[in-house]
């Protein structure tokens, strides 16, 4: 059973800082990507951030250089610090895991920045 465990989410206000973690088991880690979506209502799940195994990156052009993915491979897990946060960055992020074929999805942590 692949499990995407994600926390971290809650409330902050506006110029503050979150963590999200995102717990993978079942699944390959290692050698594989990983990745942060986010959506609101009435909004495609669009991409936050993304971590290769070569611990590449790549980010969405809202970020703007106010977020950091990052992996420990032996922990499963994968991070994402996102500091400066704004009242648009409300949302449900979500954890992925890209696979050949399949996408695998957490749950979902919300993240909500009061103005």
């Known amino acids: 059973q692949v499990q995407l465990v994600e926390s971290g989410g809650g409330l902050v206000q506006a110029g503050g800082s979150l963590r999200l973690s995102c717990v993978a088991s079942g699944i390959s880690f290692r050698s594989n990507a990983m990745s942060w979506y986010r959506q609101t209502p009435g909004k495609q799940r669009e991409l936050v951030a993304l971590?290769?195994?070569?611990?590449?990156?790549r980010y969405g052009d809202f970020v703007k250089g106010r977020f950091t993915i990052s992996r420990d491979n032996a922990k499963n897990t994968v991070y994402l610090q996102m500091n400066s946060l704004q009242p648009e960055d409300t949302a449900v992020y979500y954890c992925n895991a890209p696979r050949p074929g399949t996408n695998y999805w957490g749950q979902g942590t919300q993240v909500t920045v009061s103005s």
């Open positions: 971590i290769t195994n070569n611990d590449r990156t």
